[in-house]
Nanobody, 118 residues
Framework: QVQLVESGGGLVQAGGSLRLSCAGS????????MGWYRQAPGKQRELVAR???????NYADSVKGRFTISRDNAKNTMYLQMNSLKPEDTAVYYC????????????WGQGTQVTVSS
């Protein structure tokens, strides 16, 4: 049973920082691409950042230069370091992982709320 559990969300003032964690119940080498998505009220879920098994990354234009995605395969955990947070970053953040054997299979965490006050 594959589970992803996010943590690290909370309330922060604009300009502040948070680090989100996504802990996997299985070793991360089970996954090819992993990523963070977010969904604000009334909006569609959008990609924030992705990282491959080899460590290549890509980011949404809105977070480039402020957010950093990483994965620690030894700790079975993926991270999202968020700096210079803005009110428009307020959303529920979800981690996602693509099964390396069955690429059509994606796993999702339950989400963690990030609220940035102005």
């Amino acid at each position: 049973q594959v589970q992803l559990v996010e943590s690290g969300g909370g309330l922060v003032q604009a300009g502040g920082s948070l680090r989100l964690s996504c802990a996997g119940s299985v070793p991360l080498f089970r996954f090819n691409d992993m990523g963070w998505y977010r969904q604000a009220p009334g909006k569609q879920r959008e990609l924030v950042a992705r990282i491959t098994l080899g460590g290549s990354t890509n980011y949404a234009d809105s977070v480039k230069g402020r957010f950093t995605i990483s994965r620690d395969n030894a700790k079975n955990t993926m991270y999202l370091q968020m700096n210079s947070l803005k009110p428009e970053d307020t959303a529920v953040y979800y981690c996602n992982a693509q099964d390396i054997i069955r690429p059509q299979t994606n796993y999702w965490g339950q989400g963690t709320q990030v609220t940035v006050s102005s």
